[in-house]
């Protein structure tokens, strides 16, 4: 698949914040709701500096396996909070193009909305592909949230300078939520059911599950 190159790499804070904030533009909130192939996205760090980005693409409806790839690099940005993206996106955008089938949906690790500038890592991929993503986080990143009820879809809108930019969804019974941001052309009632479907076993959503035990374990 191509990924459009909307922007060069950032050499310093003040261009990847410029970017982001060029770019949170063209994010839109609405999109379609079935999805026939969904991506998952996740990078393992080896050391300081290399990293492993891994993308696997699964049938929507069976969850079964359609493809699988990996992309070596380095890290390409300091860490900074609210420019994570800018460390792993070269990687992640490697490891799409080397994809002979075009995803529907992208499940990010990581936030989307839910952001200091409103433009996390789904969104930013969703707009460089141009394909509905959605973001999940494992913690709590920006704004506050009651605890969801105990079961299984119970959810909590996330409140950032008053406004929903999430749900603290719970994906199994009794277990820690997860936090589901929209990224890019997809709704957060869509994004939400989608990552439910997508987990019907475990807290976190099975393309990311499956990604992240491919980009720590490389074939």
């Not at 959605?134 to 920006?142: H, I």
Request: one cysteine or more.
């Amino acid at each position: 698949m191509h990924v459009k190159q909307l922007h060069p790499w950032p050499s310093g804070v003040a261009e990847a914040e410029s970017i982001q904030d060029r770019l949170r533009g063209q994010v839109e909130l609405t999109g379609p709701d079935t999805f026939a192939l969904v991506a998952g996205l996740d990078v393992h760090y080896r050391g300081d500096d290399a990293l492993t980005a891994a993308v696997v693409v699964l049938d929507g409806g069976t969850l079964e396996p359609v493809e699988e790839v990996v992309a070596h690099g380095e890290t390409a940005f300091p860490y900074v909070p609210g420019l994570f993206a800018f460390r792993e996106l070269p990687a992640l955008v490697a490891a799409l193009e080397q994809l002979t089938v075009t995803p529907d949906l992208l499940v990010c690790d990581g936030y989307g909305l839910a952001h200091p500038r409103g433009f996390g890592l789904a969104c930013h991929l969703g707009v460089l592909t141009g394909l509905p993503a959605l973001g999940v986080g494992k913690t709590p990143f920006v704004g506050t949230h009651e605890p969801p009820g105990p079961g299984r879809g119970a959810w909590a809108p996330i409140i950032h300078e008053g406004v929903a930019v999430g749900r603290a969804l719970r994906t199994q019974p009794g277990v820690k939520p997860v936090y589901v941001s929209q990224g890019h052309r997809i709704s957060l009632d869509v994004a939400s059911s989608q990552v439910l479907h997508l987990s019907p076993h475990y807290r976190l959503p099975e393309p990311i599950r499956r990604a992240d035990h491919l980009a720590r374990h490389p074939t």
